[in-house]
């Protein structure tokens, strides 16, 4: 057997306080040269590369880790991980640093509604390692400890840019690059003056003939229609004579590779980014933008931050008179001065450049934040303050709970929770809902969406999964491993905030709880049933308090016997996913035909790679067609691979990753046929939607989904799953007879409307479902629904147990609750408050004062996890008699359920790993070999915990077994329990 899981067993190296480096796993190096540097200082390093909601369980974010830690280093403040690892080394005492991967800019710091802590300012860590002396002036007059250290990622991109351009055919052919920044933190209308000098200086360069490379982010190279540079940066700069670029680390990038560089700033905020060359057109700063009322806030409340970058910015360029394009002149005209002045740069001006990049990166990084490092954790004065003001820990990520209009309008919210898909059917139902609602008010409500996430960065780098200019769109971030109740408590703050007259919970036991919770102030719970799966029944069983309940399933499906027993004599209905449905002339058919999927590009659901023989078969047969791939999933490199490999390149296949609702309505609107080859996905909303446009549906016999709602040969094509031959020969039959294919078109679109599937018949009907629910008097019934949970829905232990037990306590009282006791009943008492790490009570115990009546609030778990109880218990049981160093030997899977015996230090003295190698270390407590057991570790008794594993685990431990050890074994249940 073997604790092994993934990354988690780390070398004990020659210092019991290692320097733990916190990368994000899948981008650059951040630390790239450091682990090194600080080896050669005689520091151990360990090096963690964070990915989705890994910190929650594993790795070196581990508490026992980060206490044995010398200091901690983060490096990405977009990962939701981040304020865990800072919240930990606040608790051991352990010094924390953030390295700045990036310059710093003032719309990212001052405008960013995508990060906490304010963004810098302060930083929520003890130091700050930034990349040169012009931003650390800046980020020292924010409160931050800093030290220059430059940005170990850069170290050597000079010299590499150089080998590249030595090796490339000379050409008198000029060349431009063209970058934006790589996560803008920007919106609407800044994005429409970045676009409007992009779209200068398109027209400029293709007039003067000069080559150009555009490397833009956000869509912004299909918006020009122009090509994406997708080669690696130092490549791009190896080819390039002249880079413009929105003020970015890209500046710094382009001035190490020798390049000409201008920030295009078109602004009306302070440019901390300076260059030799600057584009700032002021006739872009629109009159009318409703950005600038944020940024004169902005400007007002950090004044003093502004005027010391000025100031630091001044001294460094107190020689250098950036050369800037009179601002007077036609927009056309400023954007060629500007080209023309990069490619024939003047020999001061390139001088003037690199005095700005002294000031912007310093060299040698590694070594500076290695040198940095050792300095912190030998807490030498002057570089680490115990006594700095620490900023307030808040979640990372967005945070958006617009303000609730309270007119005569009743408000709705709809709560979806999303971790890895914030594109989903259910996502898309609950805009389509708002939309409709807002735009049908004599129905009496406002619907709202409150996006509750706990992986931020699908909102930054997926953004068309969240429109930010939408007033009924809002986003809740939370933490992946905050304590339960925190988690809860934060959901219902949000939805009080919206003030909301009805709860959605779609689906979550979160979602539920917190439904529960609005009931106490008279908010109603309508269920929509999305699925038939058994979580949903189990939810649905766990609580008493709803209202309505809603079957989505298409009309042509029957609801399930079960949903109809939840809610006897309450309201309840069939209300299938209803789309847009769009007027006007049925689409016109012109060569070459329009073929679009749309879905999760996976092939185990999907069948996506059944799409590629059909598209060959229709190029073997000639007939003249781009497809569109729409959307993102695990199979989409591999999509792509076996495309190209049966020669289906970009003349006729353009793969667009997910897009955001108003793109997939464009493309479908000059569309012919929309696609879908699988064997057991349902319709979901992207056929019904392309069916409202007026797009033909292909698609394959499924058991349940799009096939049932299309009749083959009226309303579309309807092939047996894997036919793909046939499919393209109907395609193709099709594309020869325009008349049958815009009789099928319209009768599409017909087809949702007589089945009652268009937005606005749904909303009036779900309206009809809001007014009954509430005219409803609402029972006030004591109950314990919202500070409960499924046993196996617990994820963390909370780090603030005694406000979690006062908000218990409220939550209690407002259920109805009188008299709550502490621990067990109490006589007279009518609710029990339980903690869960007090050795009593049991599960059976919960169960049973529940069954006589009495509710239970659990802290802080709002649930009893029996694993960990009973792993737990065994070891209090073997310190009740008298052991001391106990040793743990678990089955795979099962250490990080039992991490909380590990914090609580002794009597654990390490795990027994029959692959264990010498050096080993897992959650900072040594790794040994059975054989080696006994030498290393001179255990008293051993606790053996697994699933059914103890023959395995008895096997693995008979060596001490012979030494006369003890072993205890524990049974506890499989890790598909836990989440």
Known sequence: MSIREGKHVVKRTQTESPVVLYGCRGRVDQFRGVPAELESRGLATHYERLWGDEIAFGGHAHPCAIRLAGAVVCADLTHNGHVRIVRMARHYETPSVLLVDGVVEWSNVMLNRWLGFRHLRPAPEDIVLCSGTIHAEILAKMGNTVVTTGLPRLDGFAET???????????AHKCVLVATANFPAVQETARARILMCLETLRDALLKMNIGVMWRLTGGLCKTLGVERDTRPLVESLARTDALLTTASTVAVEGM?????????????????????WVWSPTVMYIANDEQQGEVQRRLAESEAVCQVAADGIARRCKDIDPATITTCKPLRQQATEVVEALLSPDESRLAAQQRLLDGMHTQDSAARVAEALEQVVSRKPGVFDDAKERAALEPIGPTLIRSADRSEVKTVVSLVVSRDRPVSAIASWSRCMGKTFASTPTLGYQFHTLHVTTNPIQYVESSPAFDSDDPQQHVLTLEPTEG????????????????????IPNEGDLAFAACAHLRNSGARTVVVAHHDASSLRQELAQYTGLDAIVHAGPEYASIPDWLSDVLPGGPDAR??????????????????????????????????????????????????????????????????????????????????????????????????????????????????????????????????????????????????????????????????????LTAMSCAARSRITSEGLDANQMAMRYAVIFDEVIQDRLPKVPNDDAVRLQ????????????????????????????????????????????????????LEDVRTWRAAGLGVAISPNLSLDESELRAERALFDLCDRGFRRVALCTAPGHTQRIARLIEHGPPIVGFIDELALQGDTHMGLPVVAPEDAVRVLAPDAVLLIGSNSEPALLKTCAPLHESGVPLECVDIAPVDRFL
């Open 161 to 171: 840019v150089a080998r590249i351009r030595k090796q490339q055919e000379c050409t």
């Open 791 to 842: 046993p196996a829905k617990i994820i963390r232990h909370s780090d603030d147990a005694p406000a979690c037990d006062q908000w218990l306590r409220e939550s209690l009282a407002a259920s109805g609750y009188i008299s709550i006791a502490d621990g067990t009943p109490k006589a007279g008492c009518d609710a029990v408050l339980v903690r869960a790490c007090d050795r009593r009570p049991t």
């Open 256 to 276: 190490l590779a020798n390049v000409p560089t201008c920030v295009v700033h078109p602004h009306p905020w302070p440019l901390w980014v300076p260059g030799a």
């Open 575 to 740: 209300i299938a996913y209803g789309v847009p449905v769009h007027d006007g002339q049925c689409p016109r058919h012109a060569a070459p035909l329009k073929i679009v999927s749309i879905g999760t590009v996976m092939h185990d659901q999907m069948r996506v790679f059944d799409l590629i023989p059909l598209l060959a078969h229709l190029q073997r047969n000639r007939v003249a067609f781009h497809f569109h791939l729409i959307g993102d999933g695990p199979d989409l490199d591999a999509w792509i691979k076996r495309a190209a490999a049966e020669g289906l390149g970009e003349d006729v296949v353009t793969v667009h990753g997910q897009l955001a609702p108003w793109e997939v309505e464009l493309l479908l609107k000059h569309a012919d046929f929309s696609v879908l080859a699988t064997e057991m996905e349902g319709a979901g909303m992207a056929m019904p939607e392309a069916m409202g446009i007026g797009v033909v549906p292909c698609v394959t016999d499924a058991s349940v989904g799009a096939s049932q709602l299309i009749r083959d040969g009226v309303e579309g094509v309807v092939v047996p799953v894997g036919a793909m031959r046939v499919m393209a020969e109907r395609i193709a039959k099709l594309s020869h007879h325009p008349d049958a």
């Open 484 to 503: 339960t109740a925190a988690r809860l408590r934060r959901i219902v703050d949000a939805l009080a905030a919206l003030k909301a007259d009805v709860v």
